[in-house]
């Protein structure tokens, strides 16, 4: 067979044995699994340019009236339905039977579950066919949202759906660290919907995962829950500066920072970089997609302590011996004002503990110093005052030979 001429006719190759699939289910997972090619090769936003393809799709194939072509326009009508042209696709006159049942599914369940440090929520919601016979079994759409990146990270459908709730319930029920609740269905679709917009801008996919291929289907699906009735959850506001120094005295007063010492700490030195290196665990924190500076975690105090403080702070040796004892005194802290179990802060202060030495790697190399950030370390080595402009303007005089020369 000769190669397809243009992308439609690779749609077509691709689906050639769409009309002898069993079950709406199965051409939907074929159908949702074509259109990850196209979102996963887009370079501006994902979502309009599946749905923009479809519909080119939809009209470059108007005329084709094999059973295979016919059956996979109904497919990305009922995956895509605001495609241009989508409403008006008609059923050709071999198609299957299952056809009938393309999206005509019903929501059975709704659910959330995550970890408690609020790292990840992950939202699942159960759906079953009007007819299973020829609709297919009972499935599950979960969706995976990321709040240290502010992104719908992954998206998976897959059945049967009382085993991927059951499989849910049993790791939550056996896991302190994780939690499990009903939720209700509009939140769920606005929470879901809300970070996957963001993750349809992003030049770059997650790596691991279905995001891609199932992401069709499983908006389609979502899409047949109701708008949010509830508000929205709500993310902590930015700490003001009263907000600040109020937090900061409570956590210098607490059992917490008198276990690390930080309470004995004297000479001024010794407190500018107390001071310093709270500072950072606090700017840090805003700096996240949800700027809580008591959610805490190990991969939070890994996104700090092995690259945020590295890329954005010059740290002298007095910060760099500081910042670890601060960072595991803060994790204990966090824990105890947040009511997590003790098993979350013991975990979170042995992943610290074991990243210190990376930490120290990282420090002394440089080698996760931003431009600026590694331009103001060499002033600071060289005696230069980095707030002083003067003094700037005349080491950069001196050496404007050498940043010739290095450029």
């Given at each position: 067979m000769a190669a397809p001429q243009n992308p439609y006719d690779a749609v077509l190759h691709a689906a050639r044995d769409v009309a002898k699939l069993d079950c709406a289910l199965d051409a939907e997972m074929l159908g949702t699994a074509l259109l990850g090619s196209v979102y996963s090769v887009a370079v501006t936003d994902r979502a309009t340019a599946v749905r923009e393809f479809v519909g080119q799709f939809l009209s470059a194939t108007s005329r084709r009236r094999t059973a295979s072509a016919t059956t996979i326009r109904e497919v990305f009508a009922a995956l895509v339905p605001d495609a241009p042209g989508a409403a008006e696709v008609r059923r050709g006159t071999q198609a299957p039977a299952w056809t009938e049942q393309l999206g005509r599914v019903r929501p059975t369940g709704c659910y959330a579950y995550g970890d408690v440090y609020g790292d990840?929520?992950?939202?699942?919601?159960?759906?079953?066919?009007?007819?299973?016979?020829?609709?297919?079994?009972?499935?599950?759409?979960?969706?995976?949202?990321?709040?240290?990146?502010?992104?719908?990270?992954?998206?998976?459908?897959?059945?049967?759906?009382?085993?991927?709730?059951?499989?849910?319930?049993?790791?939550?029920?056996?896991?302190?660290?994780?939690?499990?609740?009903?939720?209700?269905?509009?939140?769920?679709?606005?929470e879901v919907s809300k970070h996957l917009e963001i993750t349809d801008g992003l030049s770059e996919l997650p790596s691991d995962g279905n995001l891609a291929t199932d992401r069709a289907l499983a908006t389609a699906r979502l899409g047949l829950l109701p708008a949010s009735t509830v508000p929205a959850l709500a993310e902590p506001p930015e700490l003001s500066g009263p907000d600040r120094e109020r937090l900061l005295r409570d956590f210098l007063s607490s059992p917490e920072a008198a276990r690390f010492t930080l309470?004995?700490?004297?000479?001024?030195?010794?407190?500018?970089?107390?001071?310093?290196?709270?500072?950072?665990?606090?700017?840090?924190?805003?700096?996240?997609?949800?700027?809580?500076?008591?959610?805490?975690?190990p991969a939070v105090a890994g996104l700090f302590l092995l690259d945020w403080v590295h890329r954005r702070a010059v740290l002298d040796m007095d910060d760099a011996a500081m910042l670890p004892r601060v960072t595991r005194a803060w994790s204990a802290y966090a824990t105890r004002k947040r009511g997590l179990p003790a098993a979350a802060w013991e975990q979170t202060d042995t992943v610290v503990e074991e990243m210190i030495p990376e930490f120290a790697r990282l420090y002394a190399t440089g080698e996760k110093r931003s431009p600026a950030t590694a331009a103001v370390a060499q002033l600071i080595s060289e005696g230069v005052d980095p707030n002083d402009t003067d003094a700037i303007d005349a080491w950069i005089e001196t050496n404007r030979h050498r940043l010739t020369d290095d450029s």
């Amino acid at each position: 067979m000769a190669a397809p001429q243009n992308p439609y006719d690779a749609v077509l190759h691709a689906a050639r044995d769409v009309a002898k699939l069993d079950c709406a289910l199965d051409a939907e997972m074929l159908g949702t699994a074509l259109l990850g090619s196209v979102y996963s090769v887009a370079v501006t936003d994902r979502a309009t340019a599946v749905r923009e393809f479809v519909g080119q799709f939809l009209s470059a194939t108007s005329r084709r009236r094999t059973a295979s072509a016919t059956t996979i326009r109904e497919v990305f009508a009922a995956l895509v339905p605001d495609a241009p042209g989508a409403a008006e696709v008609r059923r050709g006159t071999q198609a299957p039977a299952w056809t009938e049942q393309l999206g005509r599914v019903r929501p059975t369940g709704c659910y959330a579950y995550g970890d408690v440090y609020g790292d990840q929520t992950s939202y699942l919601v159960t759906f079953a066919y009007d007819d299973p016979e020829d609709g297919g079994p009972a499935h599950a759409v979960v969706a995976l949202v990321d709040h240290n990146i502010g992104i719908t990270k992954d998206i998976f459908v897959g059945g049967p759906a009382e085993r991927v709730l059951g499989q849910v319930r049993e790791m939550c029920a056996t896991d302190e660290l994780t939690w499990f609740r009903e939720e209700d269905p509009g939140r769920l679709r606005g929470e879901v919907s809300k970070h996957l917009e963001i993750t349809d801008g992003l030049s770059e996919l997650p790596s691991d995962g279905n995001l891609a291929t199932d992401r069709a289907l499983a908006t389609a699906r979502l899409g047949l829950l109701p708008a949010s009735t509830v508000p929205a959850l709500a993310e902590p506001p930015e700490l003001s500066g009263p907000d600040r120094e109020r937090l900061l005295r409570d956590f210098l007063s607490s059992p917490e920072a008198a276990r690390f010492t930080l309470n004995d700490v004297s000479g001024d030195d010794e407190l500018a970089s107390l001071h310093f290196c709270l500072s950072l665990i606090l700017d840090h924190a805003a700096s996240l997609p949800e700027p809580d500076p008591l959610r805490w975690s190990p991969a939070v105090a890994g996104l700090f302590l092995l690259d945020w403080v590295h890329r954005r702070a010059v740290l002298d040796m007095d910060d760099a011996a500081m910042l670890p004892r601060v960072t595991r005194a803060w994790s204990a802290y966090a824990t105890r004002k947040r009511g997590l179990p003790a098993a979350a802060w013991e975990q979170t202060d042995t992943v610290v503990e074991e990243m210190i030495p990376e930490f120290a790697r990282l420090y002394a190399t440089g080698e996760k110093r931003s431009p600026a950030t590694a331009a103001v370390a060499q002033l600071i080595s060289e005696g230069v005052d980095p707030n002083d402009t003067d003094a700037i303007d005349a080491w950069i005089e001196t050496n404007r030979h050498r940043l010739t020369d290095d450029s």
